[in-house]
């Protein structure tokens, strides 16, 4: 892997396997998420809790466990920082992977047909018709943790929600799911520009 840009979200994976740095710097937070409450078969509510902080330099190896037995973040401090990794196929029966938030567990999967179709026709409809959005959510085929997913990968944090994503995440606080949730994202990015106007990332 060549690191120019991206730093990664906190996250697991669906494979085994081992990565060593080649060239550059890194920051590696490692995580453990505890559940305490299945909303749906695609988010879970729970507690994060960091278990390490280190520095990775050239040579360094760290094994690759799938699942929640490893759960990290990887803020690139030099770029490119170039990774080997050695990995298993897909290990079968689990999701793609998951986003680790303070409170939420994401899991990551493809949209199937219909949710693609339902999800291209309700940004059709708030272009057109913008009043008829809310009655087209109740109706919508994505669970809670689908419609978070959407907006983390659609919104960086930091500026506001972009109106189609604000009804959507409207829609889950008022089932008391998703509270506080892009104050969080906000959050993240403020740390991260922080980071960046001391140094430590760029």
């Given at each position: 892997?060549y690191?120019?840009?991206?730093?990664?979200s906190?996250?697991n994976?669906?494979?085994?396997?081992?990565?060593?740095?080649?060239q550059?710097?890194?920051?590696q937070?490692?995580?453990?998420f505890?559940?305490s409450?299945?909303?749906?078969e695609?988010?879970f509510?729970?507690?994060t809790?960091?278990k390490?902080d280190?520095?990775l330099?050239?040579?360094?190896?760290h094994?690759i466990?799938p699942?929640d037995?490893?759960?990290h973040?990887?803020?690139h401090l030099e770029?490119p920082t170039v990774?080997?990794?050695?990995r298993t196929?897909?290990l079968?029966?689990?999701n793609?992977w998951?986003?680790?938030?303070?409170?939420?567990k994401?899991?990551?999967?493809?949209?199937?047909?219909?949710?693609k179709?339902w999800?291209?026709?309700?940004?059709?409809?708030y272009?057109?018709y913008?009043k008829?959005?809310?009655q087209?959510?109740?109706?919508?085929p994505l669970?809670?943790?689908?419609i978070?997913?959407?907006i983390i990968?659609a919104?960086?944090?930091?500026?506001?929600l972009?109106?189609i994503?604000?009804?959507?995440l409207?829609?889950?606080?008022?089932k008391?799911?998703g509270?506080?949730?892009?104050?969080m994202?906000?959050s993240?990015?403020?740390m991260n520009?922080?980071?960046k106007?001391f140094?430590a990332?760029s």
């Open positions: 892997y690191w120019f840009h991206t730093d990664t906190v996250h994976h669906h494979f085994s396997g081992a990565f060593k740095v080649i550059g710097k890194s920051h937070l490692s995580y453990e505890r559940v409450n299945k909303i749906d695609h988010l509510e729970g507690e809790t960091k390490s280190l520095i330099s050239v040579g360094d190896v094994r466990h699942q037995e490893f759960i973040q990887v803020i770029k990774t080997l990794c050695l196929d897909n079968p029966g689990m793609l998951s986003f680790i938030l303070p409170k939420y994401i899991l990551y999967k493809d949209f199937d047909e219909n949710q179709k999800y291209q026709s309700l940004k059709n409809i272009r057109h913008p008829a959005i809310p087209q959510i109740d109706q919508m669970t809670a943790g689908d978070l997913r959407i990968q919104n960086s944090g930091d500026k506001p972009e109106p994503h604000q009804l959507l409207t829609s889950l606080q008022k008391g799911i509270l506080g949730f892009f104050e994202l906000q993240q990015h403020k520009q922080k980071l106007m140094g990332i």
